[in-house]
Every structure is written in C-alpha cells, then in structure tokens.
C-alpha cells in the first residue's frame, strides 16, 4: 500500500505495517515457509531502487541492498529460504543473489542477452535450493548458483523460432516442468531437464521448449476445436495437485484449465502460433492468484485469493467458484474523508472534477463536496443525485469546506487565496390557491392531475424540509439556464425579470413578496446563499 508493506490477518483484520521504503513499493515476495518477507520498490530516474528483507513474526527489518537501478520488477525466494533474488527493471536488467544467512549481496549477473528484450518475471524452483527460472521479452533461462562460488551459471531454453513475450512462470513440484504465461494469451509449456536427484550435477542438462499451449474453443464433431487466447495475455499461473491450471488473465478472467491427455504422444505441427489445443476449460469465472491453506481451510474449502488492477482482492472458493470481494480501495489518492453520524448507507457520486474535499451535512440527509471545478455541489446521500451546486471560486479550486453543526453557515477555501462564508436560508413554501366547494365538473384526467401549486418533490421529501420543485400559476415560466452551474427549477423572484432582446414597453409585474428559491447555482441573483 503506497511506501508501505501491509500485513492482514484473515480472521481478526488486524494490520500491520512495515515502513521503510522511500517511495512506492512495486514487489513483495513470501518466503516459502513464511520466515521471511521481501519487498522492492520504484524510485526516480538515475537513483538506486533498495530491496528489503523482513522478518514475518517480529515485524521488523532485517536486511536490505540498493544494487538496483530505478525499479525492482520482481522478488523470488529460494526453497531453503537462504537466497532472496531480486531482478532490475528495464534501466538495470540485473539479476541479484543476496544471502538472508549472512545479510549480504553475494552475487550479480546481466538478466538477458543483448540480442532479446528485458526479463520482467523470475521464480524459484520447488526442489533444487540453488535454480531458479526468468522470462521477458523473447528470453526464458534457468540459473543455477554453485555452492562453492556463489556465481551464477545460466542456461536459456530454446524456443526456436518462437517469440513471446513471457508475463508469469510457474514450475510443478517434482521440477520437471514449466509454464510460461505470455502477452499473446497462450501459454509456453517446457522442460527443465534436470535429474531427479536434487544433489546430482546440472552441468550438461539443456532445457527444452515441450510446445505452445492454447485454451479450446467449442468442440465441434469430426473437427479439432479452435485455440481461444487471452485477450490481454496471461498474467498469473497456478499449478494445482491434480495438474489442473487456474489461469489469471489480463482481460479480468480466472479459468480452470486441465490438459487434454494425448496418450503420451505430443501431437505433430508447427509451433509458431498457437497449436492444437491441450487445454480444457472446467469453470471460468488478474493480475496475481495466490492458494490460501491452513488447517480450517483444506480441500474443497481452500480459498483462491485473486487480485486485480483495480485495486481489489477476491476470495474464490475453489468448489463452488463464486467470487468475494474480500478488500478494495481507491486507485489513486484519497484527499479528504468524512464519517456521517447517522447514516450507513454506502453511495457513489460520480462527476467530472477532482474532489478535494468532502463533508456531510448535519442531518446527514446531504453531502457537501468542493474540486477542481470550482463549485460546491450539494449530493443526496439517499439516492447521489446532485441536488445543486454553487460557484464557489472563480480562479482556482475548493480545497477545502466545512459546515457548522446547526446547518447555517458554511466555509470554503481555495486556490484562490480567499476563505469564504456562506449563510444558508430556506425560503418559504408558495402560498396555495384556495379552492371553493362549488367547482364545475371535472374530467378523469382532470382529476388524476394535480394543479402545480400542489406539486412537491416527493424524490427529496424525506431529505430535506421542502424543496421548491415547480412555480404555481401566478407565476411568469421564462426560459431556464440549463447549464451545469444551474438547477433545473423555476423561482418566483424571476417575474420582475424581462428578455433584453424584446423591446421592453410593457410595464414591469409587481413583485410577488416572496423571497428567492433559487438554489445556489447562481449566488449573485438569489438571496437563498450570500456570501
């Protein structure tokens, strides 16, 4: 979260906060018996990015290096959890070895060659302490680091004359094979090679490409089925017990996908697109998945934890596949909060400013909000229609508001350097026409239609005491502004008003007496706001 590395318990919510970081944090990585926690952040051009180690339990930090330039794209631990490695982004392209054992950097390497594009993912293997694989633009290589040395050795899988962009990677538990999640939206499945024996020497083993994956189409009879791929790539990979696939994709989709058993035999074909499909899809329903286990959560009641470019963490039931929405936040900065005291329903308010600030109304029937648009616009928390708003500033943004207890006055400050306050007076209801007992006959629809005086909001009646929502007859209707600044209604102190463009010999009609309506769209005419 920002500069911070959150840490939540599932049951209780409790968080925890691991500071630190200097600027956002763009990586975290668990160890795989959760001692340690990684994390690497973003930093401006021409500075170092620093990579920290954590301690889970106590909280506290434990270690860190800045040997990368600007960004650390990605954090992987060692099965023994002794190597954390730590791959530069695209102004470093540097793998780092640093020793959680004895809190140093122990080695350095070049992630890609300078004939392939920049890696941007990298994972450990499951049984040999030592490997672990990377993948970027046109390049997948497994790394091996010698014991004795600390150097890393590097082999690159041959992918022929198949290029993809590698977005994630995922390795079976026995180390014998790979996937690699690509931007086209298949998938590359290939072979470590390495012996069975953790222990045995890896010198002459070479990896090798098994084929490019797809996901199936519909099935059709005599034919093969098409090879359906991801819109937006594939970004995340998980190997389930069973070899089935959960497959998160760019586009906001999670699928479970099962291969198709070819009786051992790998079907014949070219491998520059997309071959013929080893897939299935089991259920449909992403940017990161993760498995969450524990001893009240196993089997069918294991949960999949899923996040999204959104800013939003899903919790999926890996039998029933329905989806959670367990955290969510906003995308960008929140400028300003504001708790109502008598009300919890949650609304929305959508429009086309910046809000800098917020506040509620003391009924908590209203919500005041100021922006980049220079107004203070007035939402009902019922239903989060705008209900109207006023010019607050001429030449810079509302940047800050608040309002009294009893609902009268209100202040505003801006860009423009002034603090301004607003006195809020509700206008009387207009008078109704009286209406005597002898009245000529009237028709149905006469009868089923109420005169305009009788009129009211009934949208607003329980927000706010009365709300002026339409003239009586006495009074001139004249063209209304429909700007954005402006709320729809008439007001009765717009009868002494004339249309400038008419010759104006008639005489002006007397003033009603009432006092302005208006709301506060246009605070120089109405009398309702002054400030």
């Known amino acids: 979260m920002g500069n911070k590395v959150c840490i939540q318990e599932w049951k209780t919510k409790k968080m925890y906060f691991l500071s630190g970081h200097s600027n956002s944090v763009s990586t975290v990585a668990i160890s795989p018996k959760g001692t340690y926690v990684g994390s690497g952040q973003i930093n401006h051009i021409g500075f170092k990015a620093s990579a920290k180690v954590w301690d889970f339990k106590k909280k506290i930090q434990i270690g860190s290096h800045e040997l990368h330039k600007v960004r650390v794209e990605s954090l992987t631990f060692s099965s023994d959890e002794r190597y954390m490695i730590s791959l530069g982004g695209r102004d ?31 994972t450990a293997l499951n049984l040999r302490v030592n490997s672990f694989v990377t993948g970027g633009d046109s390049n997948l290589r497994v790394w091996n680091i010698r014991a004795e040395s600390k150097n890393l050795d590097v082999t690159d899988v041959s992918l022929g004359k198949l290029r993809r962009s590698v977005r994630c990677i995922a390795i079976n538990k026995d180390d014998s094979y790979g996937y690699a999640g690509t931007t086209t939206g298949d998938m590359i499945k290939f072979s470590i090679n390495y012996p069975a024996d953790p222990t045995a020497p890896v010198n002459a083993c070479k990896p090798a490409l098994i084929g490019c994956l797809a996901k199936c189409g519909p099935w059709k009879k005599g034919k093969r089925p098409e090879s359906l791929c991801y819109s937006q790539g594939i970004e995340s990979i998980l190997i389930m017990d069973d070899g089935c696939l959960i497959v998160g994709a760019g586009d906001g989709t999670i699928d479970v996908l099962d291969e198709i058993n070819w009786k051992g035999t790998f079907p014949k074909g070219k491998i520059l697109e997309p071959n013929k499909p080893h897939f299935k899809a089991l259920d449909g329903s992403i940017t990161s998945l993760e498995l969450m286990e524990s001893p009240d959560l196993r089997g069918n009641k294991r949960l999949l934890l899923a996040g999204t470019r959104s800013s939003e963490i899903y919790a999926i039931n890996v039998a029933t596949f329905n989806p959670i929405l367990v955290v969510t936040c906003h995308r960008c900065a929140i400028n300003d909060i504001a708790f109502p005291r008598s009300l919890s329903r949650r609304q929305v308010m959508y429009a086309n400013t910046l809000f800098m600030c917020v506040c509620f109304e003391p009924q908590g029937c209203q919500l005041l909000t100021g922006g980049s648009d220079r107004r203070v616009a007035y939402w009902e928390t019922g239903s989060g229609n705008l209900a109207r708003e006023l010019e607050a500033s001429k030449i810079g943004a509302v940047n800050g508001l608040h309002i009294t207890r009893n609902g009268e006055l209100f202040v505003t400050g801006g860009n423009d350097q002034m603090v301004k306050q607003y006195i809020h007076k509700d206008a009387p209801p207009p008078p109704k026409t009286p209406q005597t007992a002898q009245s000529s006959a009237k028709s149905l629809k006469d009868e089923l239609q109420l005169p305009l005086a009788e009129k009211t909001s009934h949208k607003a009646a329980g927000d706010r005491p009365y709300v002026p929502s339409a003239p009586n007859k006495t009074e001139k209707i004249e063209a209304m502004d429909t700007t954005r600044g402006s709320v729809h209604s008439c007001c009765p102190c717009d009868t002494g008003r004339t249309d400038n463009s008419k010759a104006s010999d008639k005489p002006k009609p007397k003033p009603t007496g009432l006092k302005c309506c208006r709301p506060p769209g246009n605070v120089s005419n109405a009398n309702k706001y002054s400030d």
């Open 92 to 122: 470093d392209g540097c793998v780092v070895l640093w020793d959680c054992f004895a809190e140093s950097a122990t080695g350095t390497a070049a992630a890609t060659k300078l004939t392939t594009g920049d890696a941007v993912t990298l």
